[in-house]
């Protein structure tokens, strides 16, 4: 086991939009690959066509595209153990559950869905739901139940049927979980759960241990909801012989609502107000849209360094991860136990973080969806006014709001504030400095802040009155960087045409 070489894979099943919390798995099954210098396999779990969503396979993909995270091997670049898509592999996961039955580990069942439905009720007590298990599965219809020859005309005739594991009652197995430790389950209380399904496809539980096996990974790191499933894979990997050949489990944490109180739903995003998916997500059955971290503006790096820290801590008291410094530090047992609470404002802060350090020219890349229909801007242009506001931005989203006026006159300026200020005095004051900056040689910032101040003295008016003022008419209202920057940025004509704006506004 330990000389094998490290693979590990990221097994999504494609029913819809991808939550922070698969993106963490996946992360974590890529850091975890590159820091032991193995493979990162993506596989898509299809098998279940009943929950299967066109666009969502592509969405996974573009997904892990946009966080940097490329696959050794996928479906778009097989690699020994072709084909990476469940349904592709169909005819090769039969002869496991066919194996599994003559070694009487598994069984046919041929219970109809009214049959099951009947002995749900008939057999659920009042704190217990029935299942399919050792205490029921005497009274269905199965190949235990039913003499051989009744099972092979039932076969015969094509009678509908799947095929379930059969759990031992009595057995306590025990498994090493990577992060959990030991963990033991009571196998009487699991279900005999469908292994291959009445059209031939194999379930979830047989086909990743089938594929696991297969694809000879090593490490399978997964959502702490597969936890109670462990104990059928398990006895798979034993009754199938590949024991020694196991992959080591680690059930990760969940990421939790902001109060901790159970998992994080994309509901919860809906009403706090914050992004659940990695991207923008369209369900194509109902049009149903939902926003994504990537469309909220959070730059890939910012989303993956957050995440890496939700659930895991690297030891030291950095915050601020590199994807390889990631890849340098971590490792599974700092992956806490418990739930992670996620932290809107924190992820912000992330967000804050990467977009001060990120230069000019990559945030103009990154910023062009957001800039689309709103204005034309060179770029020169764009990266100096990223460069006066990014210090303000927690989201690329917000760079709109926040520079616009250097693009485009503000539709609306804060007259209010304008005038609780203003009197003969300003008024004279900025016809005055209309007129001077007509005249001014030179237009840069240092320039028109000597000619305002020039002016100032001159008039002997107190700076403070005019200031405000000032920055008022040129962004409509309290807020933006240096506002000599911005009249140097916006270009004289523009500043004339705003102070005079504001002086007719104010008539
Ligand atoms: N297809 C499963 C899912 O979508 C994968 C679980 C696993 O990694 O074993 O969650």
Redesign the pocket.
Known sequence: MNNRKVRV?????P?GGLHLG?VR?VLYNYLFARHHGGDFILRI?DTDQSRFVPGAEEYIMQCLEWCGITPDESPLKPGPYAPYRQSERKPLYRQYAEQLVQQGNAYIAFDTAEELEAMREQYKTEHHSAQYDSRTRGFMRNSLTLPDAEVQSLLEQGTPHVIRIKMQAGENLVFTDMIRGAVSFDTGLVDDKVLLKADGMPT?HLA?VVDDYLMKITH????E??LPSAPVHLLLWKYLGWEAEMPQWAHLPLILKPDGNGKLSKRDGDRLGFPVFAMDWTDPRTNEQTTGFRERGFLPEAFTNMLAMLGWNSGLEQEIFSMEELIQHFSIDRVHKGGAKFDYEKAKWFNQQYIQKTDNARLAELLQPFLSGKATIGNEQLKTVIGLVKDRMHLLSEFWDQASYFFVRPETIDTAALQAKWNDNTRNFFVALAEKYSSLAEWTSASIEAAFNGLVTETGIKKGEVMLPLRIMLVGGKFGPGVFDIAALIGSHETKERIGGALARLQ
């Not at 399978?220 to 959502?223: E, Q």
């Open positions: 894979r990221f097994a999504p099943s029913t698969g798995t779990e979830y990743v399978a790191f997964r959502g909801e597969w």
